[in-house]
Each structure stands twice: as structure tokens, then as C-alpha cells.
């Protein structure tokens, strides 16, 4: 019998969540809708069993175990206490962290990353997402810092960016006008994107504010290119700096927050298709098959094996390395539907986060007394993964 979702909500509260692995993998499935109910009767392709466990009910039946099976009566506040509280926490201390929303289109990846935005914050809606409540709870846990330490040296600096990778080009979502942008890598600052828009922000409404200016950007975009925005990738960064002295040095802590709205990982028609709907359809194959590419690899590593692991091949990769086997500790949302139209999709969805599951990252506290010795981290860092693909 499905296990409620109070079960499954208890046993994310427990703080060894974060503990063995640094990547976490949570299925989360939505309602049928009830276009789908009026259709279909309430059938699903899916099963839940347990708070860990999911049935693909086939044929042939096949049994999943993941991190976490959030069903469709977990909301988006208890999604977010099992989730977004410790992936805050991490950040506070100095770990990179990213969410992923992988699925097909329609699975609940936007609802569950940006949910209903307009209505503010978790005082004013119930299907208020992920990234609103991550930045509330950011916010508060900085007062509170400010509070208990007392330091009138401590200073913290939150810098957001927000892009779109379509087509494998990089839009800038707070600054439409720029195009075309391009990743650069360096010792210190690690992957970055040339000339993106930061803004600084200082509480959850400056975020919102530039949620919905992105998500209104998207949308020009998409209708000026004729196009689904649920083809192209976005990736909300917030960069989490914090600095404060201590016996006469000055010690800095950073942490990257990427979180990232995939596009739809449903097969993309290429028959009939020509010029550059063709060159389209080829190239969100790209960065959504690189990506599956790069967590075969690289659970090929952890099993001992050497593979390259082909992180430059797309841009969503290159840009996201360090979430993907690096030093980051990522959380996968994969999102189905358990509709039985969507079955095969849905299987090769759970497919993907099973894969996933492996994934090993190396997760670092980013902080020193000077940003040189960071910096050197991280070149020791890639030097290990280096020798441990010439193995
Ligand atoms: P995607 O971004 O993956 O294409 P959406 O987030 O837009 O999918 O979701 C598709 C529809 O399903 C939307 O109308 C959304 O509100 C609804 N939906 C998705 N997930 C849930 C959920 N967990 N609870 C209620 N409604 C949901
Ligand atoms: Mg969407």
C-alpha cells in the first residue's frame, strides 16, 4: 500500500539526508489532471510503494528506489523543508549547491521550481515554488546570522544571474539585448559566463522581481523565434559571498546556487523537420543527451572505470560541471506523470534518475582567510579528476 506522504516527509526532516551522498535524487509526481481524469479514469502508469520506492506498473513491472517518492499530495512547503531548507543550510557553509528539474514537458518541472511567483512568497500562495522559498529562507538565515554573531566586520553579498540555453546559445534572461554569450573557465572563478548581467539582491522580493522579469524575457524570446520555451534550459545562479575578521584576518566564504529548469526530456521530432527547426531539434538532443552522456561517465568513474567524461561537448554540461561529479552537492527533482499517456516518457524519466543515483560529487567548503588558497583547491581538485581519468 502507497505509504502517505506525512511518512515520507518525516524521513527528509532527518538531518542525515545530506550525509552519505552528495547527490540526492527525489522522483516528485503530479496529479492527474482533470482533463486526463475525465479521459482515463484515475489509471496511472506508476505506483507508489513506499516513501523511497516507486513501481512502473509495465508491462514488464519494474521497481525504483531513489532518494525520495514525493507523491502528488506533497506540497510544495513540505517539498521544500525536505529539499530547499538543507540545500540553504549547505550554502550558508559554504558549499555549492544545485536542483535540477529534470522531466517531460507538462511533469511539473516549472511548478516545482518557480510555482506561482506573482502571488510573492510562501505568506501569500500555497503553489509558491522552490526558488522563492529557497531565497526567503536564504534571507532570514542571514539575519539571523547577523543576529547571533554580533560582528559589525560580517558582510554578506548576494549576486544573482538568470539564463536560457537554447539552440545551444546563451541568452541572459535579466539582459536580453546581449547575445550569444560565452563560457569562459578560470583558476579562480572557476566556469563562468562572459559579460552575464549580476544583480545584487538583498531580499526575496529583489529575486522575484527578477524571476518574473526573466520569466517575461523567456517568453519574448520564445514568441520572437517562434518556439516552446519548454525546448530551452534555465539556470537561476546566486552567488553567496560572506566575509568577516577574525583574530586580524579577514576569512571569505562563498557559495554557488545554481538552480536549473531543464527543458522537456521528451524525445524531440526531427522527421520532416528542416533548417533550423532541424538544427533545433538536434541541438536540445545535445545538451539534454550530453548531460545523460556526462552521468553515464561518470558512474563509470566511481565504479573504478577510466572514461572521459565529455562535460564540453554541450553548453549546459561545460556550464554545470561542478554540479555534475565536482564540487557541488546537487539535488535531481526528477517530476513524472502518472498519467498512462505518458508511460514510456515516464519510465525513461526514472530510468535517467536511477542513473543519476551513482553520481559521486566531492563536495568542498568554499572559505579561507585569503581567496588564493580557494582558488588552489580547486586547481588540486581538477588535478585529482585529471589523474583519476589518465587511470
Ligand atoms: P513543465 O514545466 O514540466 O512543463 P509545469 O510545471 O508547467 O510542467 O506543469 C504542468 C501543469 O501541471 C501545470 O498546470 C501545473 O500547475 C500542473 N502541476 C504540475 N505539478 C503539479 C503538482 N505537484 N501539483 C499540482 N499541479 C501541478
Ligand atoms: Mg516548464
Redesign the pocket.
Known sequence: AAVSSIQSFELCEDPSFWKDHNVQVII?M??L?NNEISVQGNNKCVRQESCQTISWTGPPEARFTFDLVAD?NVSQENLFKVAGVPMVDNCMEGYNSCMFAY?Q????????MLGDIEGGTRRHSVNCGMTPRIFEHLFSRIQKEKEVRRDEKLKFTCKCSFLEIYNEQILDLLDPSSSNLQIREDSKKGVYVENLKEMEVTNARDVIQLLVQGAANRKVAATNMNRAS?RSHSVFTCIIESQWDSQGVTHFRFARLNLV?LA?SERQKSSGAEGERLKEATNINKSLSTLGLVIMNLVGISNGKSHHVPYRDSKLTFLLQDSLGGNSKTIIIA?ISPSICCSLETLSTLKFAQRAKFIRNNAIVNEDASGDVIAMRLQIQQLKKEVSRLR
Open positions: 516528485r503530479r496529479p489532471s502528488e522531466g514537458t507538462g511533469s511539473g518541472k516549472t511548478h516545482t519548454s529548469d522537456g517530476n
